[in-house]
């Protein structure tokens, strides 16, 4: 794999950094102490988290009923909570996979952060299914494990069941690939730690990595191979995902663009998280060097055509529902757009669509505060995408006679914020106690872009002195203590 | 605090039931439903030989909940009623039993029934009660009068020992003028007052709507309210076989002031203002007169259009003369003469109405009534019994009678509740429910219901008959009584039987004895012409302000039911509205006043005013408000903490603590009759909010304007078809194109396919349907907040649908189940299997394998899957009696629906094989089926040809609701018919 | 157990060179520690790639077959339930399922194969020696040649290309 790189290329970490610097720069935040801003950031992301926690118990104590939902209007918060979760998750594996195989190098001082972001928002989005049930210590049921009931096993038909099994190997691969990326910067840290728990913990969990080239041989076919299930895999699961709705019967859900639609929209939404969560990083943890602004230009840019290809979908829907000769799936669309819920359509257009557009501007692209602005607008709008999807197809389908409104309940709100708080906490425990950036890949693409060898050799003479004097020893047949 | 002791009575009532219930092996079965410790259930010593464990025995009787005397079975499982059913052989009721009837059985489980005896509140024993009463009346001797006040009493026996009773006091007890005074809560005394002007006697008669071919009703809501509306219903459907070529279908004009049950299903509806009433039956009174070529002159103010209306009726009519049938619910005297003129110069009497075996439904006087108040304002009345009726709240200026009342030295009451009255009665005797002793009903002279116990009773509670029979000094069981009468009066009312104890055991197995009319009642005499033709003369009363209708509601037909959490849950069938009286507005009258629904309004007449949320109403005259009686009574306190508690839980009862309010003291007497309708003062909006718990929140089949895809205005959900079409139409079977299918059908139903066909032109929305369905599966009721919130959890629903807009709306009524889809779209998303279909092509809901995903609800088309939200509540542990031991009662958080009662058919297949042979059609009922006064639904066997669902099934009305979607609904449904003077237009829906 | 002499380089340009002339030298490479995956470094080493595709790819055809075999059984063999009337069997709705399990089998075999090839273990002490390779030396051990005429060539090819520090160890 070896690779040429033009000397005019701009490099890809800024500030002339030595291999030495990289790891010092990026160790520094985990062997300091904490910051007050750090801590400031973590309890309220705490208080957030014990909230939903609350809630849940509440609920789960309680019953569903303590949700806003009814009889037509089945699912609401809770599902649009679980795709938005895991859309977010999508841009980690598509940074760390699917960059990877396109060779784009840029990734490696974004990728660490974004799989972490990976494993965080699967975790979310993986309670909303659970707690949605009406009988959640009975979730297991959605396992095909024997049981006294004939075995009866379970309905590899629905939707449900594809995406249970989907969930669950998307979070055990991200879970192993971040896992792997991880060994050799553990490494890194372990052997700068001083002796102590933290050490030994680091010792145990870093499986006596030592930097043997013929491990580091195998990891690249490792790693490789990783990305290139992952590929396959990130794309499956949100089509999967979509097809929660494409597989029914409802106008506004049985409809075949879903999967491509859903991927694009998945891209885009955690791409926005990326961008704000990053943003924030690499002031609070001085990364600036290596999350530089051309990261953000090309992320950008990723984020401009993901909106493209999510508005082609709203236009292509629309027109094939207003086309169709079905009069419900009609219906369903006018409504969705200027029903009860119309300003959710207004908003979820506008944050996902229009707004974005503006990255069409080098100038904007580059402006890394407007940027995080748009960031934020678009994990709203895209929030609001899945929330009009569901909720207006249900609250008005094929009966009027069983049309229903929806409105949250305070449980519904408490528990969206409890998933942004453990989100949160998650990230910052990680920003505080892992890596943020992959140090081995930094190190391998800190020569990109500059002339000549990364560090300069030694003066002769010194060298030629301690390879002397080693040698000198050697003949006197003693190993030397390091 | 009497409160307090009667609810704390339902403890121990429990534990004798189960003392009394051990004897028929009720006890290890009631213990294992409510977790009573084993020791309390007692095994039986001998197996009584007509109960056998797990198996249901029916027992005929005789309905309560009303006066209309509708026959039904009861179906008792182990000594423990669970269901009222219709009885099909019963002459009036033909197997149909309303939804207040059929809700009555939780009254017998009712907790905070009155279980003892008590004196000023405090409980006491017979003898004591007795042996005061008594002292009471002997020292009151020549100290005023003695009443007997009573709604109608049907019963003959009651009728009898009452007469004894007041002879007795007559007699020994100096009270000389001792009386019966009747009166009824929904009083029709100026039917019987017309009668008694144009006929001499004091009638009501039987009404046959069978045998009418045209059909006029002003403002008398027949099939929902009026009289006896199951009666009614199943002579309505008898009249429109639409059978015969061409089809046949008797013509139904319905004129009245709001949309009542009867005019959602009128062929021709015309909306007039109640005041107009008595000038358009006198307009008809002419043009049937000028029909009749004996003219008369009448002052006539009447509008072009309405005057047009009225010629054009009366010819109809009169082409139909003894095939016709003039029905008026006005409780104006001159108003129902003109009536009784119209059905006479018809030529109806004897036809379609009998005063010969008239009916008995309702006896009450207005003028004794009215004299009584007078008499007990002028304190002249020293001891006065009331008997199961509660005059303090059904009477305007209720506080008014309670003052009276006070000041009167002795009032007994025979209650069954600690109502209005109760509360102020010295002496409270309760008395037993009807499930719970002996008894008879004569509904319709010459017809005689039969009561018989069907369980012990649950407290100490004494028949009336007892009661009386004790105060007159001879004290005898209810039993004896009864027979007795029946031996002397009864039998030789017949000539089948000579032997009694034969006729006797014939007429308690059939719940009912038919017989010759009562011999000493006296007989109407001939039509009195100059009476009606004065009537004639008098001129209209003339006003044009808002006017109030007091109306009765299906789901409670007056402030008895108010006890009854069913009833309280059941959707108004043309309101929706549940756990609430309101005031109806017709939508341009509240938006004049800038009110939606939800807006209170306060509503104010000469003496009184209420407060009320508004619910606007198509149909309705512009100029009417109009509020539901029956609502606001003390009983409903109970409902303070229903349905289930949690953060943003709202009460279910009022700021008045009660559930609605009543509109009884909005009441006016008028002519000496209660009036039902009056004139508002003023309407005013109060800024206040109440919204209201609808189970359906959008009304028409008309997609609202601005999101309907253009030529698809309308969804084709419920179809109609002229009556002239239907005619012209080939009986072909209606092939609906069907779709290729993706796969082959590779699920055969080798025995049974069940499937359902409901008629939607015989449906009239009266909701029994929903309420056998509740009985019988064990739905929860969930409190009005969780109603509101679209949660309630009936089974079986109906969909109602205006078309039209304004006073000219058209109503249709679409029960409304799970379809048993062949291809159900709620099976394939369940992840967990949970519900599958079965090889009899039922759509099985697995309750203990569901997770609750509520994936299959959404799914559903139809949404008619109910979610257990929260643990529902199954506290009341005497109303758990009432669960059907052949339903699972359902956990929270799993999914529920209409199982097309597979537990009755598993019964039946069960019987069937025992007895070695096939299941006939008809042998097994869906629970909503047998209720279904107007046999509006058929279930059966698809897979037999023969059978009467295959059958209907190739009927040319027969369609299957969105059969676009190809899912291959088991239950199909019959289009709508209207038969219009321009007729064939009638495709609004197709 | 081995001795090797270790040399230390600051930049891959070094290690490489070494490594190439180690071997042009006919010194066998024990093995070499460095920071990062040295591009190139195999290639000088002379290692031959790795066989994990092959484990891979055996693991997630084994897990789709037996997802689809068993999906197959369950529906239409063991206990076939009519569902929504759909086809006992219904192939298309299997393949979801099977291709989550093929991609689930297939990850977490080819890391645990990987693990164990390198015997990477929980716990596993790192040799001391090597600890400047998780941060910024490039080390090269060549295996101890028996006469001493040949250790003095390896030390001259250390110099060669700047060693910057040489030592002699274990392996």
């Not at chain 2, 036809?351 to 003028?367: C, E, K, V």
């Not at chain 2, 549940?578 to 507005?585: G, V």
Request: glycine share 8%.
């Amino acid at each position: 794999m070896t690779e040429v790189y033009p000397p005019l290329r701009q490099p890809l970490v800024a500030g002339d950094k030595s291999l030495a610097d990289v790891t010092q720069e990026v160790c520094a935040p985990l062997e300091r102490r904490s910051t007050a801003l750090w801590w400031l950031a973590f309890l309220a992301a705490l208080s957030l988290l014990a909230l939903g926690v609350a809630a849940v118990y509440y609920q789960v104590t309680t019953g569903i009923g303590t949700w806003g939902l009814n009889r037509s209007v089945g699912w609401a918060f809770d599902i649009t909570n679980f795709v938005f979760w895991i859309g977010i998750g999508h841009a980690g594996t598509l940074i760390s996979a699917i960059l990877f195989l396109f060779r784009q190098r840029w990734r490696t001082a974004v990728n660490r952060s974004a799989e972490a972001m990976t494993i965080f928002a699967v975790t979310c989005a993986g309670l909303f299914p659970v707690i949605h049930m009406g009988r959640p210590w009975l979730f297991y049921w959605m396992l095909p494990i024997p049981n006294t009931r004939g075995p009866l096993w379970i309905n590899f038909d629905s939707a449900l069941t594809w995406d249970f099994f989907a969930i669950t190997t998307y979070f055990l691969i991200s879970l192993t690939f971040w896992y792997v990326g991880l060994l050799p910067d553990l490494a890194t840290v372990r052997d700068r730690a001083k002796p102590g728990w933290r050490r030994r913990l680091l010792a145990f969990v870093s499986l006596g990595w030592n930097g043997s080239y013929r491990t580091w041989h195998r990891y690249e076919t490792l790693y490789l191979l990783l990305a290139g299930l992952a590929t396959p895999l990130v794309v499956s699961v949100h089509s999967i995902v979509s097809m929660d709705f494409a597989t029914s019967m409802l106008p506004g859900w049985h409809t075949t663009i879903f999967p491509p639609y859903f991927v694009a929209g998945a891209i885009f939404s955690g791409m926005a998280m990326v961008l704000t969560l990053m943003l924030i990083a690499r002031k609070v943890m001085h990364l600036q060097d290596y999350i530089t602004v051309r990261h953000v230009d090309a992320m950008g840019k990723i984020v401009l055509a993901t909106s493209c290809m999510v508005g082609l979908a709203y236009a292509i829907e629309m027109f094939s529902a207003l086309l169709s000769p079905n009069p419900y799936e009609q219906f369903t669309f006018l409504n969705r757009a200027q029903g009860p819920l119309g300003w959710g359509y207004a908003i979820m257009v506008t944050c996902n669509v229009l707004l974005p557009q503006l990255l069409w501007l080098r100038r904007f692209r580059t402006n890394l505060a407007a940027v995080w602005v748009l960031s934020i607008f678009i994990n709203v709008g895209m929030w609001f995408e899945r929330f009009v999807i569901i909720t207006t197809s249900l609250e008005r389908d094929f009966l009027p006679s069983s049309w229903a409104d929806y409105a949250p309940t305070s449980i519904e709100l408490a528990t969206l914020a409890g998933s942004f708080g453990l989100f949160f906490t998650c990230f910052l425990l990680f920003c505080r106690f892992l890596p943020m950036i992959a140090i081995a890949e930094i190190k391998g693409v800190l020569r990109i872009g500059r002339e000549g060898p990364a560090v300069e050799p030694r003066d002769p003479a010194s060298a030629e002195a301690s390879a002397l004097a080693g040698v000198s020893r050697l003949d006197g047949n003693q190993g030397v203590k390091p | 605090m009497s409160e307090t002791k009667t609810a704390t009575g339902g403890g121990p009532s429990r534990r004798e039931f189960l003392k009394a219930a051990g004897f028929t092996f009720a006890g290890a079965l009631v213990g294992g439903c409510q977790r009573a410790p084993e020791q309390e259930a007692i095994p039986p010593l001998s197996q009584p030989e007509d109960i056998v464990a797990g198996r249901p025995s029916y027992y005929a009787s005789t309905c309560d909940a009303c006066r209309a005397g509708c026959g039904m079975l009861v179906k008792s499982y182990d000594g423990r009623p669970i269901k009222l059913e219709g009885n099909p052989e019963h002459p009036l009721s033909r197997g149909g039993l309303c939804a207040a009837g059929q809700a009555a059985l939780l009254g017998l489980y009712d907790r905070l029934r009155l279980q003892h005896p008590s004196r000023e509140g405090q409980e006491n024993s017979w003898e004591e009660i007795d042996r005061d009463i008594r002292d009471r009346l002997h020292d009151l001797r020549g100290r005023g009068g003695l009443r007997v006040l009573t709604g109608t009493v049907t019963s003959p026996t009651i009728q009898a020992s009452v007469t004894r009773f007041l002879k007795h006091m007559r007699e020994n007890g100096d009270f000389a003028d001792a009386k019966h005074v009747a009166y009824d809560p929904l009083s029709c005394s100026a039917i019987l007052d017309a009668h008694e002007r144009t006929g001499g006697s004091r009638v009501l008669p039987r009404y046959h709507l069978d045998r009418a071919e045209v059909i006029a009703g002003f403002d008398a809501d027949f099939l929902g309210t009026w009289l006896s509306p199951v009666e009614f219903t199943h002579a309505y459907r008898v009249g429109r076989p639409l059978t015969g070529d061409p089809p046949r279908s008797s013509y139904h004009v319905q004129v009245e002031s709001r949309l009542s049950l009867t005019g959602s299903k009128a062929d021709e509806r015309v909306c007039v203002a109640p005041e107009e009433m008595r000038a358009v039956l006198a307009r008809l009174a002419v043009a049937v007169a000028r029909q009749a070529g004996a003219p008369l002159d009448a002052a006539d103010e009447l509008s072009p259009s309405l005057a047009g209306f009225c010629d054009r009726l009366a010819l109809r009519l009169w082409q139909a003369r003894g095939h016709s049938l003039v029905l008026c619910g006005s409780q104006d005297v001159p108003t129902q003469v003109v009536c009784n003129f119209i059905n006479h110069r018809l030529e109806n009497y004897g036809a379609t109405l009998d005063i010969d075996r008239p009916s008995l439904q309702r006896q009450g006087s207005d003028r004794d009534l009215a004299t009584l108040l007078h008499d007990l304002d002028a304190g002249k009345i020293a001891a006065l019994f009331i008997l199961d009726s509660n005059p303090v709240y059904d009477l305007p200026d209720g506080e008014g009678l309670a003052r009276a009342l006070r000041q009167v030295p002795l009032v007994v009451c025979c209650a069954e509740r600690l109502d209005e009255t109760a509360r102020l009665a010295r002496y409270v005797c309760p008395h037993p429910h009807y499930l719970e002793s002996w008894g008879d009903a004569e509904a319709v002279s010459g017809v005689i219901g039969l009561r018989q116990p069907t369980i012990p009773r649950l407290g100490e509670t004494r028949p009336v008959i007892e009661s009386l029979a004790a105060w007159a000094g001879a004290p005898k069981p209810a039993y004896d009584l009864l027979r007795e009468h029946w031996k002397d009066h009864v039998l030789p009312r017949q000539a089948r039987e000579r032997d009694f104890e034969a006729f006797w055991d014939r007429s308690v197995h059939d719940g009912y004895a038919e017989v010759d009319p009562d011999p000493d009642r006296v007989r109407p005499k001939d039509f009195n012409l100059a009476k009606a033709q004065a009537a004639l003369q008098a001129p209209a009363a003339a006003d044009r302000g808002q006017t109030l209708v007091l109306y009765s509601k299906v789901g409670m037909p007056d402030g008895s039911h108010a006890y009854n959490p069913w009833l309280q849950e059941l959707p108004d069938p043309i309101s929706k509205v549940t756990w609430d009286n309101y005031a109806c507005l017709s939508p341009d009258a509240a938006a004049q006043l800038g009110l939606g629904d939800g807006d209170v309004v306060r509503v104010e007449v000469r003496d009184g005013a209420l407060e009320l949320p508004v619910r606007v109403q198509p149909g309705q005259h512009d100029r009417v408000v109009a509020v539901a009686l029956g609502y606001g009574s003390i009983v409903s306190e109970r409902f303070a903490g229903i349905g289930p508690p949690w953060l943003e839980a709202r009460p279910t009862v009022g700021e008045n603590g009660l559930v609605g309010q009543n509109a009884a003291a909005l009441l006016a007497w008028e002519g000496g009759t209660l009036r039902y309708a009056r004139a508002v003062e003023k309407l005013t909006k109060t800024g206040k909010k109440h919204p209201l718990a609808l189970t359906q929140t959008y009304d028409t089949l008309t997609l609202p304007a601005h999101l309907a895809p253009p030529g698809q205005e309308r969804r084709p959900l419920v179809q109609e078809i002229g009556l002239s079409r239907l005619a012209r139409k080939p009986a072909a079977p209606p092939h609906e194109d069907k779709p290729a299918d993706l796969w082959p059908n590779d699920h055969p139903c080798p025995e049974h396919r069940w499937g359902m066909v409901i008629d939607l032109n015989a449906c009239t929305g009266c909701s029994a349907c929903v309420i056998a369905c509740q009985a019988e599966n064990n739905v929860p009721v969930v409190g009005r907040d969780e109603v509101r919130r679209h949660r309630e959890m009936h089974w079986l629903r109906i969909d109602r649908y205006y078309s039209g807009a304004g006073a000219a709306v058209e109503v249709a009524h679409q029960p409304m189940l799970c379809q048993h889809c062949e291809r159900a779209p709620c099976e394939t998303v369940c992840p967990v299997l949970a519900t599958v279909h079965s090889d009899e092509g039922l759509n099985e809901q697995v309750y203990n394998r569901c997770v609750g995903t509520r994936y299959c609800a959404n799914n559903c088309p139809y949404k008619v899957r109910r979610f257990n939200w929260f643990a529902y509540a199954h506290e009341d542990k005497l109303q758990n009696l009432a669960l059907n031991p052949d339903v699972t009662v359902r956990s929270r958080g799993v999914m529920e629906k209409c199982t097309f009662c597979v537990q009755r058919l598993q019964e039946a297949k069960i019987e069937a094989r025992l007895r070695g042979e096939h299941l006939h059609d008809g042998e097994v009922q869906t629970a909503c089926q047998q209720s279904c006064p107007a046999r509006a639904i058929v279930f059966g066997d698809l897979n037999d040809r023969a059978s009467q669902v295959a059958r209907l099934r190739d009927d040319p009305r027969h369609y299957h609701t969105l059969a676009e979607l190809n899912i291959g609904p088991a239950v199909g449904y019959l289009k709508v018919v209207r038969n219009r003077p321009d007729d064939g237009e009638g495709q609004r829906h197709d | 157990m081995k001795r090797v002499l270790v040399g230390s380089f600051a930049t891959e340009e070094h290690i490489l060179g070494a490594a190439r002339a180690a071997r042009e030298h006919g010194l066998r490479i024990a093995d070499a520690y460095t920071p990062y995956a040295v591009h190139g470094l195999d290639r000088a080493m002379g290692l031959r790639p790795s066989r994990l595709p092959w484990v891979c790819f055996g693991l997630g055809l084994l897990g789709a077959v037996f997802k689809l075999a068993f999906q197959f059984w369950a529906m239409a063999v063991d206990w076939p339930i009519n569902v929504g009337g759909k086809p006992w069997n219904s192939l298309p709705a299997y393949v979801p399922v099977t291709f989550e399990v093929m991609v689930l089998l297939a990850g977490l075999g080819v890391v645990l194969a990987f693990l164990l090839r390198c015997r990477l273990l929980p716990g596993k002490q790192a040799t001391p020696l090597f600890r400047g390779a998780t941060d910024d030396t490039f080390l090269l051990a060549l295996e101890r040649p028996e006469d001493p005429g040949d250790v003095s060539v390896v030390s001259q090819l250390f110099r060669d290309f700047h060693a910057v520090r040489v030592a002699e160890s274990e392996l």
